[in-house]
């Protein structure tokens, strides 16, 4: 099922990104983020988080800040995406973006097979972001060197 997040959801957010990142920190080129504190959705299962994504609404854009679904091949990412596009047309946005790492393989499939196109690619940004928050790796996902970010972005038709 999901559900806006809400104060009596924000702990288990909070204890959710603990869990599977080590922080509720995200640092992109977009800036600085508590993901425990920002806007968004949960799915789950019996009282337990199993996808969850959050966002910033820009001028005319819905930036996707987090997006994890901890079940692959049931479609709960799936389900957040088509619910972050009713909460884009809810505020007539035109389009919604986000932003992964250039070792994060799965995404980039996973978003292209779903309509969002590649927007740019910030040479060096992981780096920078690094020096903020140590803890990101150097070494990515498939043993690739963890270095870039990469937009993507999505046009909402109504």
């Known amino acids: 099922m999901i559900e806006p997040i809400t104060s ?5 957010v909070r204890a959710f990104f603990i869990d599977a990142w080590g922080s509720p920190e995200m640092v992109i080129s977009t800036g600085k983020y508590d993901c425990a504190t920002l806007d968004g959705f949960v799915w789950s299962e019996t009282n337990v ?11 005319d854009e819905i930036e996707i800040i987090s997006l994890d679904s901890l079940q692959e ?13 009713r909460v884009a047309k809810q505020h007539q946005l035109a389009r919604l973006s986000l932003i992964t790492t250039n070792d994060n393989l799965r995404a980039l499939s996973f978003y292209q097979r779903r309509g969002w196109r590649l927007a740019r690619i910030i040479p060096g940004a992981v780096d920078a972001a690094r ?13 690739i ?12 038709t109504t």
Do not use: C, M, N, W
């Not at 009596?8 to 288990?12: E, G, I, L």
């Not at 988080?49 to 001028?59: D, K, N, Q, S």
């Open 8 to 12: 009596s959801t924000r702990d288990a």
């Open 73 to 85: 091949k049931r479609g709960i990412g799936s389900a957040l995406l088509d619910q972050v596009e």
């Open 131 to 143: 020096l903020h928050k140590p803890s990101i790796p150097v070494i990515g996902e498939h043993g």
């Open 49 to 59: 988080i199993i996808g969850l994504f959050t966002y910033v609404i820009r001028e």
């Open 145 to 156: 060197p963890l270095h870039d970010e990469i937009v993507l972005s999505k046009i909402i």
